[in-house]
Each structure stands twice: as C-alpha cells, then as structure tokens.
C-alpha cells in the first residue's frame, strides 16, 4: 500500500473492490440517533430522507439556526447501520456519523439544492457517509478524501477541493459519541480544505495543519472565504 510522506497510508478509488449492489440493511439506530442529536446538537427541524439508498439508508438530520448557535447543522444517519471495514488492530472505530455545518446565510431549501454553489456540502455530507459501504473501508479522525485525482473545487463559488475528518469544536464532546447496548457511534465533522493544506498534510501529517487552523479559527463551520492557512514559505521547506 502507498504511504504518504507523512507516514500515513493512501487509499485511492480505483484500488478498492466495490462490492456488488447490496439492498441496504441493518441494524439502524435512527431512533437513538435521533434523541442524541435532539440532546447535543439541537432540535430537528427537519428529516431528508433518501429515496433510493445502496448499501446503506442514509438520512441528514437538518439542525436550524438559533441565536446560541448561529448556524446551520446537518448531521447523519444510517452510516452506522453498518460496521464499517477498519484495519486489524484498531478497535471500537467501526460505527460512525458525520456531520457539517454552514453558515446562518446559506441558501437552505430544496429549491436552493439545485444549485451546485449551495449544495456541494451537503452532496459530501451523503457521499462520505456511504463512502466506507461502498469501497468496503472505513473513514475516521484525520483522513482526507480529495474531489478527484488532482483535487478539483467543489463548486464554482470556492476554491475548497477536499475534505477532512475532525472532532467538532462547536459541539461539546459528550456530543461526538453514543454509546448503545450493541455498539459505540462516533460523530465527527467535515471540514473542506485547499489543496495548499491537503498536500501539508499528506507531506507531514494532520497535526501540521492545526497551528494554522488555530491561528485563522477554523471551525466545522464552512466559511468559503477563510484564508489557506497553510504558510508556503515553509510549506515549500524554507524552515
């Protein structure tokens, strides 16, 4: 398998075997889900149900803005119904949730999903929850997934190219997992990247990034103007 420089493996699309079309199944939480998002997150306000689902049924729980959390949040559901295929030796990571949050201005509607510009998040939120079922392995803290070998924009308005893997910080951390009688659910955010901060990570691992998102205040919440944290006069090795 290929490494990265920092040390970490590459898995790439085309070296995992899709399994054939399997009718979703599992042992869905969606209720316990549900009253976990309702007690940490926020109240629901509404349910995107999927109409035709492979693999595994996923749900985006839509979590409004409020005046104490100013920003909207989308969480999912149905990606744990399923174990996902983690590595020999690394216990207690096979169920997990993701979930973004964007700004109290976006476009939030079905009419607005039309447009590319306003729904790449979301589109994300559903393809990186089925990502794991589909490829037949497993997504957790500090794996990046890119828009395309190289890394493509999402969409017209913004430069962000892929996305990365972290605990929430707008969120406390009781909210980030559940525990249930037959399985532990982890939940963790999206958060886009440049490709200037994708290749500091894949050259010297996800800790590189940190001062930089500490110094600009990234959050899980997307802001499609933030700046590249990422400082090329040392990214290219002038320390």
């Not at 749900?59 to 174990?83: Q, R």
């Not at 893997?165 to 999206?190: C, D, G, R, T």
């Amino acid at each position: 398998m290929k490494k990265s420089e920092s040390g970490a493996p590459i898995y790439r699309y085309d070296d995992l075997e899709t399994p054939e079309f399997v009718a979703p199944s599992g042992d869905s939480s969606i209720e316990e889900i549900s009253a976990h998002i309702e007690k940490h997150f926020g109240e629901i306000h509404q349910v995107f149900h999927e109409v035709i689902s492979e693999f595994v049924h996923i749900d985006i729980h839509w979590v409004k803005p409020t005046k104490e959390k100013p920003f909207h949040t989308f969480i999912t559901s149905g990606m744990s119904d399923k174990p996902m295929n983690s590595p020999e030796g690394v216990e207690g990571c096979e169920y997990l949730e993701l979930s973004i949050c964007l700004p109290e201005n976006w476009e939030v509607s079905e009419e607005s999903f039309k447009d590319r510009k306003n729904y790449w998040p979301i589109e994300w939120l559903k393809y990186l929850a089925r990502f794991p079922h589909a490829y037949n392995t497993w997504l957790w803290f500090g794996h990046t997934i890119p828009n395309g070998e190289p890394a493509a924009p999402f969409a017209e308005n913004t430069n962000f190219s892929s996305m990365i893997l972290l605990p929430s910080v707008v969120f406390p951390q009781e909210a980030q997992l559940l525990e249930l009688e037959n399985k532990s659910i982890h939940f963790l955010a999206l958060c886009p990247l440049y490709n200037e901060e994708l290749e500091l990570k894949m050259h010297k691992g996800v800790e590189a990034l940190f001062d930089g998102f500490d110094k600009f205040r990234v959050s899980d919440i997307v802001d499609i103007y933030r700046p590249v944290t990422v400082k090329k006069k040392k990214f290219f090795g002038l320390f």
